[in-house]
T-cell receptor, first 112, second 112 residues
Framework: DADVTQTPRNRITKTGKRIMLECSQT?????MYWYRQDPGLGLRLIYYSFDVKDINKGEISDGYSVSRQAQAKFSLSLESAIPNQTALYFC???????????FGPGTRLTVT | GQSLEQPSEVTAVEGAIVQINCTYQ??????LSWYQQHDGGAPTFLSYNALDGLEETGRFSSFLSRSDSYGYLLLQELQMKDSASYFCAVRLKRSGYSTLTFGKGTMLLVSP
């Protein structure tokens, strides 16, 4: 079984809709991250959380919100989706003090 | 802010050696990481340099020179399966936290 899972894997939604992307991990890591990837732009950090009570904005948090429901679960929400949020979204985890991040399989989101 | 520059594309033939360079502008960072991504799949960790010098892991090596704000990933004995995108990333110090900032990626195309 995968250590970091994301649901859904693909989603098409309309402008203005609220959507939630979910991430779960079985690695026992405290630290979780959400990134978006656009063609030719690499991975950009949206939000990160270093424990259940800790939420921090990344480079591109506008238009997004997150919830850390438990150590193992970190959700990303788009309150009112817009077409330029069409992208590939990745969740990642890391252990405290570790430099390696483990990525989920990604969610491909299309906003029409 | 931080910026990382790496070539957008590199081509090579099977069995050859290829070097992917990464230059960066940042301050207060812990080290330089490299990740591999196949066809929009989950990025996977390859190597990390906290100190200047060369780190070797099998066919892959990574180098860091802090004085030159420069690093590279060296891939030897190239195989077709090495065709992928490669991202350098700086591990930043952020008020007691550490996060990754990624370059835009280098697509490596390995031909027979």
């Amino acid at each position: 079984d995968a250590d970091v899972t994301q649901t859904p894997r693909n989603r098409i939604t309309k402008t203005g809709k609220r959507i939630m992307l979910e991430c779960s991990q079985t690695k026992g890591h405290d630290r979780m991250y959400w990134y978006r990837q656009d063609p030719g732009l690499g991975l950009r950090l949206i939000y990160y959380s270093f424990d259940v009570k800790d939420i921090n904005k990344g480079e591109i948090s506008d238009g997004y919100s997150v919830s850390r429901q438990a150590q193992a679960k970190f959700s990303l929400s788009l309150e009112s989706a817009i077409p330029n949020q069409t992208a590939l979204y990745f969740c990642a985890t890391s252990a405290e003090g570790a430099y390696e991040q483990y990525f989920g399989p990604g969610t491909r989101l299309t906003v029409t | 802010g931080q910026s990382l520059e790496q070539p957008s594309e590199v081509t090579a033939v099977e069995g050859a050696i290829v070097q992917i360079n990464c230059t960066y502008q940042t301050s207060g960072f812990y080290g330089l990481s490299w990740y591999q991504q196949h066809d929009g799949g989950a990025p996977t960790f390859l190597s990390y340099n906290a100190l200047d010098g060369l780190e070797e892991t099998g066919r892959f090596s990574s180098f860091l020179s802090r004085s030159d704000s420069y690093g590279y990933l060296l891939l030897q004995e190239l195989q077709m399966k090495d065709s992928a995108s490669y991202f350098c990333a700086v591990r930043l110090k952020r008020s007691g936290y550490s996060t990754l900032t990624f370059g835009k990626g280098t697509m490596l195309l390995v031909s027979p």
